[in-house]
């Protein structure tokens, strides 16, 4: 079983539409969890980080922790065709200078106008 | 303030022959690493330099994969001889001192093995 696990899909939606990402993870020593945003073509980019369970929200985007069951998520609420990219969840067992992130496969994700 | 840079940006080569990466961190990040990220998979560790020093090399392939990053900026990760399975996108990404958690991830370089 990977310590992280992530439905690739892909996700299809209609413009304005809430998106629902979730990655399940088995590693109960994991504390800190990202999700990356990865445009075609390019580098991922931070989009969210948290690191207590409980919901964190940024504008349009919201994520979620449940460390009790060891799930995460990342709900995209008004989805626009701008969203439109392959969503990674990462996660760490240590803050600051220790440990790696261990990334789940990605979902791809089509925002159609 | 400029991104990571990373170059070349696409590579073919045949197998058995070498190629060697470059990255050049954002300005002032300590920590650089470089990920292998395999078509449909989520980037995988493969080295992580804190300053000029290894902090992690747990994953690399130290059979044909190395890295080095001379002066504690610039980065090259080489691998002699490829095989087909190295093809992929090599992502190099650096962070602040003392925090891994916000990582900033360059344009990555698509190699293809044939």
């Known amino acids: 079983q990977k310590e992280v696990e992530q439905d690739p899909g892909p996700l299809s939606v209609p413009e304005g539409a809430i998106v629902s990402l979730n990655c399940t993870y088995s590693n109960s020593a994991f504390q800190y969890f990202m999700w990356y945003r990865q445009y075609s073509r390019k580098g991922p980019e931070l989009l969210m980080y948290t690191y207590s369970s409980g919901n964190k929200e940024d504008g349009r985007f919201t994520a979620q922790v449940d460390k009790s069951s060891k799930y995460i998520s990342l709900f995209i609420r008004d989805s626009q065709p701008s969203d439109s990219a392959t969503y990674l969840c990462?996660?760490?067992?240590?803050?600051?200078?220790?440990?790696?992130?261990?990334f789940g496969k990605g979902t791809k994700l089509s925002v159609k106008p | 303030e400029a991104g990571v840079a990373q170059s070349p940006r696409y590579k073919i080569i045949e197998k058995r022959q070498s190629v060697a990466f470059w990255c050049n961190p954002i300005?002032?990040?300590?920590?650089l690493y470089w990920y292998q990220q395999i078509l449909g998979q989520g980037p995988k560790l493969l080295i992580q330099?804190?300053?000029?020093?290894?902090?992690?090399d747990s994953q690399l392939p130290k059979d044909r994969f190395s890295a080095e990053r001379l002066k504690g900026v610039d980065s090259t990760l080489k691998i002699q001889p490829a095989k087909l399975e190295d093809s992929a996108v090599y992502l190099c990404a650096s962070s602040p001192q003392g925090s891994t958690d916000t990582q900033y991830f360059g344009p990555g370089t698509r190699l293809t093995v044939l």
């Open positions: 300005s002032g990040h300590a920590t």
């Open positions: 330099f804190q300053n000029n020093g290894v902090v992690d």
């Open positions: 990462a996660m760490k067992e240590y803050g600051g200078s220790q440990g790696n992130l261990i």
